[in-house]
């Protein structure tokens, strides 16, 4: 079966890797993204003699007429990030194909892998679906899931998914190769399902109030190599690292963000229903960077977070002394 292939970055190396070593698979193209050229995808293109092509808008016609000619059986998308519009999606005899880092219909959209860690989730899937012209609601043709350990992380988890969604876009080539494919509807598995949007910068910052193993998820969801938790600590803003769950918390009111213990592994800051270990943190320099990795230490009775009142007041108290300023100078 021959594929043109439209793909960028490590998720669609591996899966490329799997391709190319299947009998009865054969790629016949590749198409890099236009904003970043993958140069990894181009030493691939030459090593298979296939050409590499770059396009702005591969919704053309002019770019749509150029690949009939490659006579593709199937397009793939791996981390492609145009929109694909219907007269590239009904052009090859077995469809457009996408994988999916999400268990569709549910998490559908962007950032996944941080929103299933946020969530909490135990386990994550990946979906190979045909391409249409919605947000990942095309007929599903394979869907695979792995276990979502205790310790695992965003620095952890995408090797995995990047493993299972390369095997699994592998195994649904085949069975569309074979004729042994089935097409199963989104509606079939949640007849609403739900979309996930961009994590954007904001975003990272959070609330002591959320009860303790919200606060962990979310931790554990964007740390390292993503930007990290962020809160304040007086007038300076510091990234929380990495934390762990207190075994036998009790539950009990507080003052959510503040200091109520200490140890060999951290501190033990009060959350919206019981206490939360944070481990490692980091300071966060002008540009946002993480400057300085380290064993949080501070003193108990510490608060971590914005206290909106105390905002209040000092907001007050600058507006006052803005208004005795102008009063002042209008006598002059």
């Given at each position: 079966m021959r594929i043109g292939y439209f793909a960028d970055g490590p998720w669609s190396h591996r899966a490329l890797d799997k391709i190319i070593k299947t009998q009865g698979l054969e790629v016949v193209f590749i198409v890099a993204r236009y904003d970043s050229a993958d140069p990894i995808l181009h030493d691939y293109a030459k090593r298979l003699q296939v050409p590499y092509l770059l396009h702005p808008n591969v919704n053309s016609h002019e770019f749509i007429e150029m690949i009939k000619g490659y006579c593709a059986d199937i397009l793939v998308s791996m981390s492609f990030n145009q929109i694909l519009k219907a007269n590239i999606i009904q052009l090859a005899l077995k469809g457009f194909i996408n994988c999916h880092a999400g268990a569709?219909?549910?998490?559908?959209?962007?950032?996944?892998?941080?929103?299933?860690?946020?969530?909490?989730?135990?386990?994550?899937?990946?979906?190979?679906?045909?391409v249409d012209e919605g947000i990942d609601t095309?007929?599903?043709?394979?869907?695979?899931f792995s276990e979502i350990g205790p310790d695992d992380d965003y620095a952890t988890l995408p090797d995995k998914a990047i493993s299972l969604c390369a095997d699994t876009l592998r195994e649904a080539l085949e069975l569309i190769s074979e004729g042994r494919s089935q097409r199963i509807k989104q509606t079939a598995i949640h007849p609403v399902g739900f979309y996930c949007g961009r994590r954007r910068d904001g975003d990272e910052w959070i609330d002591w109030g959320w009860p303790s193993e919200r606060i962990h998820n979310f931790v554990r969801a964007i740390t390292t190599p993503g930007p990290c938790a962020r809160t304040h600590l007086g007038d300076k803003i510091i990234a929380i690292i990495c934390t762990e769950l207190v075994g036998d918390a009790p539950l009990y009111i507080g003052t959510p963000g503040e200091v109520v213990g200490r140890d060999e592994k951290g501190i033990v800051v009060k959350t919206g229903d019981t206490t939360l270990r944070v481990t490692q943190i980091a300071g966060v320099s002008d540009d946002g960077m993480l400057a300085g990795k380290r064993l949080p230490a501070h003193s108990i009775g510490t608060r971590l977070g914005v206290n909106?009142?105390?905002?209040?007041?000092?907001?007050?108290?600058?507006?006052?002394k803005l208004e005795r300023t102008i009063i002042s100078n209008g006598r002059d």
């Open positions: 569709l219909p549910f998490y559908r959209g962007r950032n996944i892998l941080n929103w299933a860690l946020i969530n909490g989730e135990k386990s994550f899937g990946v979906t190979v679906h045909y095309g007929d599903i043709i394979l869907q695979k909106p009142w105390e905002r209040i007041v000092h907001l007050e108290k600058q507006l006052a």
